[in-house]
């Protein structure tokens, strides 16, 4: 089955407690992309890749980190959480050369204390 | 950068009725508009989508209006159905996958039966 998979899907972390949320799709896609979405302010962009190695900056990536050592895998990075990153997370891929879908997975829901 | 608003933020409609989301943007650039339907514990998952050579698109029950003069554009959902109930997201972007794309904060649909 086609999918995008994130795991944990739930996470209850205290701050400064670096955590990796990993996210792998078996679509073979080259575009890569995380999200976090809060209530009132729907899905933001954090990073997203183009392709293996290939990265950039969303619209809100202070303090994570992402790579992208492995076309399927782009796990999200949160060297030193805070209370105002928890967050629901959604990690999403793509193939550009065919359309602009994004399929997104299920979700993290990260809660930092 | 792109700014999307979306109206309403709830709606409750009676099954059988017709539903409209609303959605503006400020970059006139962007010339891609999709829309995702968002169930309950679930990733976001692409309906219908827009681009701005074309003023309607429609699928079944589901239709998308677009006026480029005005920067906005409409989900239209008619005879709707229980599992119509959602959130759903319009979004905007431009030609460069995956940047530039802003999604809007996002309507609660429910449908009443």
């Known amino acids: 089955e086609a999918q995008v998979t994130q795991n944990p899907r739930y996470l209850i972390t205290v701050t400064g407690k670096k955590l990796t949320v990993t996210c792998s799709q078996n679509?073979?896609?080259?575009?890569m992309s995380w999200y976090r979405q809060d209530p009132g302010l729907g899905l933001r962009q954090i990073y997203y890749?183009?392709?293996?190695?290939?990265?950039d900056k969303g619209d809100v990536p202070e303090g994570y980190k992402v790579s992208r050592k492995e076309k399927r895998n782009f796990p999200l990075i949160l060297e030193s959480p805070s209370p105002n990153q928890t967050s629901l997370y959604f990690c999403?891929?793509?193939?550009?050369?065919?359309?602009?879908?994004?399929?997104f997975g299920p979700g993290t829901r990260l809660t930092v204390l | 950068g792109e700014n999307v608003e979306q109206h309403p933020s709830t709606l409750s409609v009676q099954e059988g009725d017709s539903a409209v989301i609303k959605c503006t943007y400020s970059?006139?650039?962007?010339?891609?508009f999709p829309w995702y339907k968002q169930e309950l514990g679930k990733g976001p998952q692409l309906i219908i989508d827009?681009?701005?050579?074309?003023g309607e698109k429609k699928d079944q029950r589901i239709a998308v209006t677009l006026n480029k003069t005005a920067k906005h554009f409409s989900l239209h959902i008619t005879e709707t159905q229980p599992e119509d109930s959602a959130v759903y997201f319009c979004?905007?972007?431009?030609?460069?996958?995956?940047?530039?794309?802003?999604f809007g904060p996002g309507t609660r649909l429910s449908v009443l039966p």
């Open positions: 999403a891929s793509g193939r550009p050369s065919m359309s602009n879908e994004q399929f």
């Open positions: 679509m073979n896609h080259e575009y």
């Open positions: 970059d006139s650039a962007s010339n891609y």
């Open positions: 890749s183009m392709n293996v190695e290939v990265t």
């Open positions: 827009i681009r701005s050579n074309v």
């Open positions: 979004a905007a972007g431009g030609d460069n996958y995956g940047q530039n794309f802003v």
